[in-house]
């Protein structure tokens, strides 16, 4: 097993039904997915599916989950094909997960949806049903994304069994070294936006606002991500960065 931050911890200790997470480049996204879906199984979700966005990441999901699972804990791993897509199922002591880029019709307890951005299987209304939801994927470069319009609607709701959470690459404990040595540098080569993008999980807002109307859900709020660079204000006609 490894060993999570307080930040990662933070989200699996969450009582939230649902959890969605954006995360920085190399911030530990996939590995902090397994350990969700782990959790899961050890809550009572006895069947929880792993799903990916493309067939190339199926075989990569199930050797990490093999890696991060608990060895004494892994009890049977079964390969197949089922409406024509690879799956691995993999059973354990708590449960049993089964891994693909399909959404193999079965009943689960729990879905897991590891790189969502570019995922075919999420929509907001995904947060309507009865699952156990975990949800990760990195800040998108289109502002008109699912996962991020999910995002935005977990991180303003008041519904507490609906979470939003951000982890920076910076959090990551093997990359908060560097931080102080290449972040400077990585923003004056990519540029202040893309590395607020791509590292910190700041989206830009601003064509996504002037090409599309505002939803409803975020008229008037604030998101302030600490950073004086990263807090915004919605309204009805402009995204106004303080």
């Not at 969700?36 to 493309?54: C, E, I, N, T």
């Not at 699972?69 to 791993?77: F, V």
Request: overall charge neutral; proline content about 6%; glycine content about 6%.
């Amino acid at each position: 097993m490894i060993k999570l931050t307080p930040k990662q911890q933070e989200v699996i200790d969450s009582p939230a039904r649902v959890k969605l997470v954006m995360g920085g480049m190399r911030s530990g996204k996939t590995a902090l997915a397994i350990m969700a879906a782990w959790d899961m199984m050890k809550k009572g979700y006895r069947k929880v599916l792993f799903l990916v966005p493309s067939d190339k990441y199926v075989r990569c999901a199930e050797r990490e989950i093999r890696e991060i699972l608990p060895i004494e804990s892994l009890k049977n791993l079964e390969k197949g094909i089922a409406h024509g897509a690879e799956y691995f199922l993999i059973e354990t002591d708590c449960g049993e997960m089964l891994i693909s880029d399909r959404f193999i019709p079965l009943s689960y307890g729990g879905l897991v949806f590891d790189n969502a951005t570019s995922s075919k299987h999420i929509c907001p209304k995904l947060l309507e049903g009865p699952e156990a939801i975990y949800v990760t994927g990195h800040c998108p470069e289109n502002m008109n994304n699912n996962f991020l319009l999910m995002w935005l609607k977990a991180y303003f709701s008041d519904d507490s069994d609906i979470r939003a959470f951000r982890l920076t690459t910076w959090e990551n404990p093997s990359m908060n070294p560097k931080e102080m040595e290449w972040g400077e540098r990585l923003s004056s080569k990519m540029g202040e936006s893309n590395y607020n993008q791509q590292y910190l999980c700041i989206p830009d807002f601003t064509d996504y606002i002037e090409q599309n109307p505002m939803p409803d859900y975020l008229m008037g709020r604030e998101l302030n991500f600490k950073e004086p660079r990263g807090k915004y204000e919605f309204n009805r006609h402009h995204l106004g960065k303080w």
